[in-house]
């Protein structure tokens, strides 16, 4: 498939609060907030030219991880479904759902109801996983998940381009034709490889501005040409200056400011962003998705 980031743009989306709570981002407002706050944020997004939405995935989060990761963590596609609904242009994208829980097929049908039900709009982020009690408990094959992976995306990806995987049909079609971008999740040379070979995109989880070259490099050596969307998630962003202690290092000013910094990301070769922003409550993050939207997401 061809790149779904136009030409010469660098797009930005956002994961949507609430619907994961882990320690290393959950602001505190989060933890006693629901669905009123994230329909909020999506719709604001959905206004503010966000290319798209995003949702995780994890299926039980053992005792011993619940602490830092929290148990709090909505299902992808049944999230992406009802956003669907409460949106009409931003993409939906899963921000990375693990395929080897699954089967394929079962995956398949869930994806291409999901893109039929949003007229086209999804985005499919898969990844590999890396809590090993979790594989344990789906009785999933924890150190065979990367062949696994590379199999289960060749199903997943035949079933929703033809509707067909041997003698077995798949319905419904995805809108998106032949099938929704697929977008591999990872930092490891071994996912961007996966990436280059199997999917549309590599989506990044967290790689540091410095790592990239030598990572963009190794997908496109990979993938034999300079197609494919290269993600990224950015450093925290405040457009404007914070009243409050935001508590952790974070990029604030005007929005040339903002924006200025970002394109450190496409000098590397990035063209879609996931942005973060601190916040005390939902206002002030839909506040700062708007203000990022419609006056720093233009400069870009």
């Known amino acids: 498939m061809a790149p779904i980031v136009p030409a010469g743009r660098v ?25 009123t706050e994230v329909a909020t944020v999506a719709q ?11 949702v995780c995935d994890h299926v039980a989060i053992p005792d011993d991880l619940a602490p830092r990761m929290s148990s ?58 890396h809590v090993e009690k979790e594989f344990a408990a789906l009785d999933v094959d924890f150190h065979g998940r990367g062949k696994q992976l590379d199999e289960s995306l060749q199903v997943f990806a035949e079933a929703l381009s033809t509707g067909r995987v041997g003698e077995m049909q798949v319905e419904p079609r995805p809108v998106q034709s032949p099938r929704p971008p ?48 290269i993600g990224a998630i950015s450093e925290w962003l405040y457009v404007g200056t914070p009243s409050w202690d935001v508590n952790r290092r974070c990029v604030s000013g005007s929005p040339e400011e903002i924006a200025d910094s970002l394109r450190a990301w496409a000098k590397v070769g990035v063209n879609h962003l996931q942005v973060r922003f601190p916040s005390r409550d939902a206002a002030e993050l839909a506040e700062q998705v708007e203000k990022f939207g419609t006056e720093v997401g233009p400069l870009l």
């Open 182 to 229: 697929i977008w591999v999740g990872g930092a490891a040379p071994a996912a961007v490889r996966r990436a280059a070979r199997l999917a549309d995109g590599w989506l990044p989880q967290g790689t540091p501005l410095d790592q990239m070259p030598e990572l963009v490099e190794l997908y496109r050596r990979e993938r034999g040409d300079d197609s494919g969307d």
């Open 11 to 35: 797009v930005f989306g956002i994961q949507l609060p609430v619907q994961a709570q882990s320690k290393y981002f959950v602001e505190p407002w989060e933890l006693a907030a629901g669905p």
């Open 44 to 54: 604001v997004a959905d206004r503010s030219g966000f290319f798209y939405v995003a």
């Open 72 to 129: 709090v963590w909505w299902d992808t596609v049944a999230t992406l479904s009802w956003l669907a609904a409460q949106t009409s242009q931003t993409r939906l994208l899963s921000s990375v759902f693990n395929l080897t829980y699954r089967h394929p097929l079962v995956s398949a049908k869930s994806f291409g109801t999901l893109d039929l039900l949003s007229g086209g709009r999804t985005i499919i982020g898969v990844g590999a996983g």
